[in-house]
């Protein structure tokens, strides 16, 4: 037993870190709609012909937009190597939240999270996503430096897409 205990903290809980848990439950705040911790629609810019944006309405829009990349990194941030964060959250962590948003959705959550591959810098997860009702799967990748905080996070394929 304690051979097994030594093994699991050698190997999977560099610093104290448990990437697993970790990535558990940066896949929850992705994936849960709506949360207006995680995202706010009073965030959103419009732009198009004929859309004009007060100096008001802009900072409103800032304000929002500030308080929930604050709640991410509060909630998720410590998670992330240094430097790593920031990229990841601009690159697509809100595209759940934000399609559910878009598509007029109203409630996506996670029913499962199965790890399916393991590797010493990454982890790979099948997630099953209730939308509306309605069970989609994605599978997520999440990459680890040596202390185990991840350097970036893929949505590598879904059943569903997001962004359409």
């Known amino acids: ?34 949360d207006t911790r995680y995202f706010d629609p009073g965030a959103i810019t419009y732009i198009g012909e004929g859309v ?9 829009i800032k304000a929002a937009n500030e308080k929930i990349h604050q709640n991410w990194e509060d909630a998720v941030g410590s998670y992330f190597a240094p430097n790593c964060f920031d990229p990841c959250y601009g690159m697509g962590l809100t595209a759940y939240l934000g399609s559910a948003y878009g598509k007029e959705q109203t409630s996506t959550s996670v029913k499962d999270i199965t790890l399916i591959s393991q590797e010493e810098k990454a982890q790979t997860f099948a997630v099953a996503i209730v939308v509306d009702g309605v069970e989609k799967q994605s599978s997520i990748r999440f990459r680890n430096d040596e202390n185990n905080l991840f350097t970036f996070v893929e949505i590598q394929e879904m059943s569903w897409n997001p962004l359409t």
């Open 52 to 60: 004009v944006t007060t100096p008001e309405e802009k900072e409103k």
């Open 1 to 34: 037993m304690v051979v097994g205990i030594t093994l699991y903290f050698t190997f999977f809980q560099k610093g104290g870190v448990d990437r697993e848990a970790n990535a558990h439950h940066v896949i929850e705040v992705m994936c849960t709609y709506p």
